[in-house]
């Protein structure tokens, strides 16, 4: 059990829970351990090892050390889940694999 020192926390998800304790957002294990400081405008839970992070106006991919797996390039990004992620890429609705490549979209 974790004490309640947080001001905000989402669940659990791949191990990790994001979490907020004043301005400071971070992931934390399940011993409440801080594993990643979230330093993006924005970021989804993990999903298959990834997190949706939002770098200025585009969104990309990190893993649970906060390296850019998959580099910012989309207009919005959900997380990762069964391998798959949904995107969008300017009017494109997209789903990509965990390297970045399309798999399925819309037509045009």
């Not at 992070?53 to 585009?58: C, Q, S």
Request: charged share 30%; aromatic share 12%.
């Amino acid at each position: 059990m974790i004490t309640a020192r947080f001001d905000s926390a989402e669940d659990f998800s791949d191990g990790l829970a994001l979490v907020r304790e004043g301005e400071k957002r971070k992931f934390i294990d399940k011993t409440g351990k801080t594993v990643l400081e979230a330093s993006w405008e924005r970021v989804s839970a993990f999903g298959d090892g990834l997190a949706a992070a939002k770098d200025g106006k585009l969104w990309g991919y990190v893993d649970k050390s906060g390296k850019w797996l998959i580099a910012p390039r989309y207009s919005y990004a959900r997380p990762f889940w069964n391998g798959l992620a949904a995107v969008t890429d300017g009017g494109r609705s997209l789903w990509i694999d965990r390297r970045g490549t399309i798999v399925w979209q819309t037509q045009p």
